[in-house]
């Protein structure tokens, strides 16, 4: 028997605007960009919503309705639902749909998409309460498999989330990690009894998310057909395949006329002639299957770039001077209880704006470069630092009008 886990991730930030210094202390809408740039939130969301999210929900609502074996997950940034619920309500329904079906399960996430549980416990565990929150009010589910942003992941999350109560937690299938071992099985983390750990397959979740258009590589043009074939090589050698990518995969990153939407379209089909294939969901795959072993990750994986590191968000000084200053404020920020101003700070803690930052431009410059909407990370950086500055005026101004005395904030260390 051989299973197919397939989770999207479905995320889009609240982008800061080119916030000036003169807007400081007179502009408090750091996310509002009326231009026709990638820096309208409202228009980035529309134009990704037509070319992926629609088509794509309605590609799967399809496969639902007509292979009764087909399940698969979603993992929804809590931004990104709030954003659909406000702007876009047929979308949000459109995925609302899908999950009503009974046959889409539902991942445990920051609501935030933010990397806190690196910088504040307390914090990255509010973000966790608010998404399980939202969720469970647009869709009727609790989450039991918990997905960290960005997939990043070590031994001491996998305890916080056996601890909370989590049946299972993703991770990046990296070679270095599993050493001579599989991602095609399921796994516990170490010193850990109860939860499970599942493995995305980077190599075949890469050839659909990276490398499916490329003319240039090796096993274009890709077919179904041909995928499953390469899924199958595993029979024998694994109980599941995980594949776990971006949802904007399908008509954003790789667009309509690759073909993308035609080859999820015919892959439930072609997997399931093979008469051991099924589909499961990740507590489906967590319940079905038995650890095979345990996998030791002492320092932070993610799913980014050649390293799997957190270098992406933390690499460079102005990325670490960024996270500094902002989890600095968490005490001052919430002792103002000032529900606004707190979720304007929580929408600045993103990982995406950190991101931006980045200034590799090496091996994953280019990745880097493609999905950053500012000129350059510094652009980034300064509209970061001045929407920041203005919430540090807010939290004064709050604080000393209530009387409450200004904490003497030192950076919080990473865990």
């Known amino acids: 028997m051989l299973s197919l886990c397939l989770y999207f991730h479905v995320h889009q930030p609240y982008r800061i605007k080119r916030y000036r210094v003169f807007d400081v202390g007179t502009d408090h809408e750091y996310f509002n960009d009326g231009s026709e740039t990638d820096l309208n939130n409202e228009r980035v969301l529309r134009k990704v919503a037509m070319k992926s999210y629609i088509p794509a929900n309605e590609t799967l609502l399809y496969l639902l309705y007509n ?17 659909l619920e406000k702007q876009f ?40 309460r608010q998404h399980r929150w939202i969720v469970s009010r647009l869709f009727g589910q609790t989450p039991t498999v918990f997905r960290n942003t960005e997939l990043s992941y070590n031994n001491s999350l996998a305890k916080w989330a056996e601890k909370n109560g989590y049946m299972g937690i993703m991770a990046e299938g990296w070679d270095p990690i599993l050493g001579w071992r599989s991602p095609n099985f399921v796994y516990h983390p170490k010193d850990c ?54 949802y904007e995969t399908f008509g954003e990153h790789q667009w309509e006329d690759t073909g993308i939407f035609h080859f999820l379209a015919e892959l439930p089909r072609e997997f399931l002639k093979h008469p051991d294939n099924s589909f499961k969901t990740p507590t489906e795959t967590i319940c079905d299957y038995e650890p095979v072993g345990e996998i030791d990750v002492p320092q932070t ?11 992406a968000w933390t690499g460079n000084n102005i990325q670490q001077a960024a996270l500094r200053e902002i989890y600095a404020l968490e005490k001052d920020i919430l002792a103002t209880k000032d529900l606004r101003l707190i979720e304007d700070w929580r929408r600045l803690q993103t990982s995406d704006h950190f991101y931006y930052m980045c200034t590799k431009y090496f091996s994953d410059g280019d990745v880097h470069k493609y999905f950053n909407p500012y000129d350059t990370p510094y652009d980034a950086y300064i509209a970061f630092m001045n929407a920041l500055y203005d919430i540090k005026l807010r939290v004064q101004n709050k604080l000393i009008h209530t009387n409450v005395p200004l904490s003497a904030q030192s950076p919080v260390p990473t865990i």
């Open 301 to 311: 994986l993610t799913w980014a770039d050649t390293e799997r590191d957190l270098s």
């Open 67 to 83: 292979h009764p074996e087909f399940r698969f997950a979603f993992s929804f940034s809590g931004v990104f639902l709030s954003q």
């Open 193 to 246: 009894k109860n939860i499970r750990l599942l493995l995305k397959n980077y190599r075949l979740s890469d050839d659909v998310a990276f490398r499916f258009g490329q003319r240039s590589w090796a096993g274009w043009p890709m077919t179904a057909p041909k995928y499953v074939q390469w899924i199958n090589a595993h029979h024998g050698n694994g109980q599941t395949v995980n594949l776990f990518m971006d």
């Open 89 to 128: 309500p047929d979308v949000l329904q459109s995925f609302q749909d899908l999950v009503k079906t009974g046959r889409v399960e539902l991942l445990a996430d920051t609501y935030h998409h933010s990397l806190a549980f690196f910088h504040s416990i307390p914090e990255f565990e509010r973000q966790v």
